[in-house]
C-alpha cells in the first residue's frame, strides 16, 4: 500500500490544533477584550439615546455574559461568546462580497447570522424579554453585534467556502508541482523532488498586504501549505470557510499554525502594541452619529416588525463587509478607523431595534350603553421626527366594531413635544375580561423599528340590563341586616409596612434614622445586597393608591434606579352584589372579610404589563346578626407598604 508520508507528518505536526473560531477583533479575556470594548461602549452611546428605556432592551451585565472566551485547560476555547467552541461555525464570522451569491451563504453567512440573531433581539425587546428560549435578547445582542463587527475586519471578508476550497484542491492537485525550496513551510521532511502548487485568485486572498508578520511569503503565491493544512486537519462541520491567512503560520512552533498566522497577530495587536487599552483609548466613542447605510424596513401592520427589520439588518451587514472590502488596505493600515467605524455600525444596528413611538391606551364606558370608548395615543421620545403615524387595534374576548387600523396623525414631533391619537368602539362581554392590543407604526429618518405596540386589560362595569322591577323580598328574619337597607361605607386609609419595618444600619458611620411602625415619606434603610455590597432604599413618596422608591447601590451608581408601583383605590362607598376591579401596576391587592388574614387574592400584576386587571370582585352582604353596624370587609394593597381600605356597614 502507497503510503502518503506528506499527509502523515503534516497530521503529526498538527495534532494540538485546539478547534476554536476565527478571532475578528480578538474576544480572549482578558489579554484582548476588542469585541468586549465594542459592545460596552455601543451600550453606553445606546442608554444616551433619547429613544432607549431600560425595559426596552436587554442589561448590558447578560450582553456581556454571551461575550467573550476564556482558554480552557486544553488550550480550547470556553464560554458563551460566538467565538467559543461549538457556539458558531467558521463561515458565521465571514462574508466575502466578491463571490457571487446563488443562494445565501455562498459568500459567508456573517449577514445571515445577523439577521438570525437580530430577529431574536427584536422580538424578546417587544415582549419583555419573556422568551423561553436559550435564543433570547441577551443573546440576541450580543451575537448580531459580533458577527457584524467581524465584517469590518479587514481579514473577514476574504476566502471561500470549503466545498469551493475542495474544488480548487482537485482541480489543481494534479499536475501543478513547484520546487522544494519551500517545502519546508509545509513542515514536512522532503519526500517528494517536487511540491504542489496551488494559486488562489486575488477574489479570495484579498489585497497582498495582509501577508503581515510573514516575510516568507514574499511574493510566494502558492497556497498549498495553506489549503493543505485546512482539509487534512480540520472538521468540515465546524471548519467551513477556508481563509487563507488563517493558516500561514510557521509550523515549527508545536504545530499551531494558526497562532502565528497573519489574521491572528494583526487581530490580537492591530497597532503592533502590546496592550489593546491603548488602541481603544485611541478609538474612543466610535465615529459619531449613524451609519447612513443603514436603512430602515417599511413600516406595516402586514408582517412581523422582526422579520423585516432583521432583512435590513442583513442588508447592512453586506453593505459593510463590502465598505471594508473596498477598503482592505486603509483599514489594514489604519485599525483604529476601522475600529471607529465599527462601533458606529453596531450603535446603528442595536439603535434599529427599538423605537422612539410610545403607545398608550385609555378606556371608558361609551355613555349609557354596554360599549367602551376606547383611545389611543402616541408620543415621540426619539430625537427625529415621525411621519404616518397609524395605529391598528386588536382584541381578545371582546369586539372592535369599527375599522381596526386608523392613521393616528401626519406626523408627530421629536421629544414627546406633541401627541397625536385615534379612537375605536369596543364591545366587551358582561363579567369578562377583556384584553386590547394596541399597534403603532411610523416612519423615522433615523434608525428606528418604527413599531411598538401596548396592551391593557379591562372587566366592562356591571350593567344591569333594563327590566320590570320586581316586588321586594319580604324579610325571612326580622333581624336580618340586610332587610333593612344601606350601604358600605370606607373608613380612613391606614399605611402600614407589608412586613415589620426595615431595621436600621451603621453605614460608613452615619447611623439612619431607626423606622417607626407607621411609614412616612423620606424613610431609608439599608440592607447588604451579597458580595459586600450595600444598598440604600429610600421610600420617596407615599399617598393613596400610589408608591415611589429609590435604590442606591453603593460603588455602582450605573445600579440606582426608581420604581414606582400603583393601584386604583375602591370607591368610598359599595353596595351588596356591586362588581369591584382594581387595577395595578406592580402592586398586588387581596379583598378580605372580618379579618384581613382571611383574604382572598384579588389582583396581582408584575414585570413590565402597562396594567393587569383579573375577575372583578363581587361585594358580599352583611352577614345576618343582631348588629349590622358591626359587619367588615375590605380590601389591602400595596408593594412595600401595606394601604388598608377598611369598610363597614352603614343601614338606612
Not at 467551513?240 to 498566522?261: C, E, H, K, M, R
Not at 471594508?324 to 462601533?343: C, K, M, V, W
Not at 370606607?490 to 444600619?505: E, Q, Y
Amino acid at each position: 500500500m502507497r503510503i502518503n508520508w506528506q499527509r502523515l507528518v503534516v497530521v503529526t505536526l498538527l495534532a494540538l490544533l485546539p478547534a476554536a473560531v476565527a478571532f475578528p477583533w480578538a474576544s480572549v479575556y482578558p489579554a484582548e477584550p476588542t469585541h468586549q470594548y465594542i459592545i460596552d461602549t455601543v451600550w453606553n452611546r445606546l442608554q444616551a439615546d433619547p429613544a432607549f428605556a431600560a425595559n426596552q432592551f436587554p442589561n448590558i451585565y447578560a450582553i456581556k455574559d454571551h461575550e467573550g472566551v476564556e482558554f480552557g485547560l486544553q488550550g480550547e476555547l470556553t464560554g458563551k461568546g460566538a467565538d467559543a467552541h461549538g457556539m458558531s461555525t467558521y463561515s458565521e464570522h465571514y462574508y466575502n462580497p466578491e463571490i457571487k451569491e446563488v443562494k445565501k451563504g455562498d459568500a459567508g453567512r456573517a449577514p445571515t447570522s445577523v439577521e438570525r440573531y437580530y430577529s431574536v433581539l427584536i422580538r424578546d425587546n417587544l415582549l419583555n424579554f419573556n422568551s423561553k428560549s436559550a435564543e433570547a435578547g441577551p443573546k440576541g445582542a450580543a451575537y448580531s453585534a459580533h458577527f457584524l463587527a467581524d465584517v469590518c475586519v479587514p481579514y473577514h471578508v476574504n476566502g471561500t467556502t470549503r466545498a469551493n476550497a475542495e474544488k480548487i484542491w482537485k482541480d489543481q492537485h494534479a499536475g501543478n508541482y513547484i520546487t522544494p525550496d519551500v517545502i519546508n513551510r509545509v513542515g514536512v521532511t522532503a519526500m517528494h523532488p517536487l511540491v504542489p502548487l496551488i494559486t488562489l485568485p486575488e477574489t479570495i486572498t484579498g489585497s497582498q498586504v495582509l501577508s503581515y508578520l510573514t516575510p516568507i511569503k514574499g511574493e510566494d503565491r502558492n497556497f498549498y501549505p495553506e489549503l493543505s493544512r485546512f482539509l487534512v486537519l480540520t472538521e468540515p462541520k465546524e471548519f467551513d470557510w477556508f481563509d487563507p491567512w488563517y493558516y500561514n503560520g510557521d509550523t515549527n512552533i508545536g504545530g499551531l499554525y494558526y497562532v502565528q498566522s497573519s489574521h491572528i497577530f494583526w487581530e490580537g495587536r492591530p497597532t503592533g502594541e502590546l496592550s489593546a487599552s491603548a488602541f481603544h483609548q485611541r478609538t474612543g466613542q466610535g465615529l459619531p452619529g449613524y451609519d447612513t447605510d443603514w436603512k430602515n424596513a417599511t413600516p406595516t401592520f402586514e408582517k412581523s416588525p422582526w422579520g423585516s427589520q432583521s432583512e435590513q439588518a442583513r442588508q447592512f451587514a453586506i453593505a459593510k463587509a463590502t465598505e471594508t472590502r473596498n477598503r482592505q488596505s486603509e483599514f489594514f493600515q489604519d485599525p483604529t478607523l476601522a475600529l471607529g467605524r465599527t462601533i458606529r455600525a453596531v450603535y446603528t444596528l442595536w439603535r434599529g431595534s427599538i423605537s422612539g413611538l410610545r403607545p398608550v391606551i385609555e378606556f371608558q364606558p361609551d355613555g349609557a350603553t354596554t360599549a367602551y370608548r376606547v383611545t389611543g395615543k402616541v408620543s415621540n421620545e426619539a430625537s427625529a421626527a415621525a411621519t404616518g403615524v397609524r395605529g391598528q387595534l386588536s382584541a381578545t374576548d371582546c369586539t372592535v366594531t369599527d375599522a381596526k387600523e386608523k392613521l393616528m396623525g401626519a406626523s408627530l414631533a421629536a421629544g414627546k413635544k406633541q401627541e397625536v391619537s385615534a379612537v375605536w368602539r369596543v364591545q366587551p362581554k358582561a363579567d369578562t375580561t377583556c384584553k386590547l392590543r394596541l399597534e403603532v407604526v411610523g416612519a423615522y429618518s433615523i434608525p428606528d423599528l418604527q413599531y411598538a405596540l401596548v396592551e391593557r386589560t379591562f372587566v366592562p362595569e356591571h350593567v344591569e340590563p333594563v327590566s320590570k322591577p320586581k316586588p321586594p323580598e319580604q324579610p325571612t328574619s326580622p333581624s336580618s341586616a340586610t332587610s333593612a337597607g344601606g350601604h358600605w361605607q370606607r373608613g380612613a386609609v391606614i399605611a402600614k409596612w407589608a412586613n415589620s419595618p426595615p431595621t436600621s444600619h451603621e453605614d460608613g458611620g452615619k447611623r439612619l434614622r431607626q423606622l417607626g411602625s407607621m411609614p412616612h415619606a423620606g424613610d431609608s434603610w439599608v440592607w447588604e445586597g451579597g458580595g459586600g455590597t450595600w444598598i440604600t432604599h429610600t421610600l420617596e413618596t407615599i399617598s393613596g393608591g400610589h408608591e415611589v422608591h429609590s435604590t442606591a447601590v453603593a460603588g455602582h451608581p450605573d445600579m440606582n434606579g426608581r420604581s414606582e408601583v400603583s393601584w386604583t383605590e375602591p370607591p368610598v362607598e359599595l353596595s351588596p352584589g356591586q362588581m369591584v376591579v382594581i387595577k395595578t401596576q406592580g402592586a398586588s391587592c387581596y379583598a378580605y372579610t372580618r379579618e384581613e388574614n382571611n383574604n382572598e387574592h384579588l389582583v396581582y400584576a408584575t414585570g413590565n404589563q402597562q396594567n393587569g386587571t383579573y375577575a372583578p370582585y363581587k361585594v358580599p352582604a352583611p352577614a345576618v346578626s343582631s348588629d349590622a353596624s358591626k359587619a367588615v370587609f375590605g380590601f389591602f394593597c400595596g408593594a412595600t407598604l401595606r394601604y388598608t381600605y377598611a369598610y363597614h356597614w352603614v343601614g338606612r
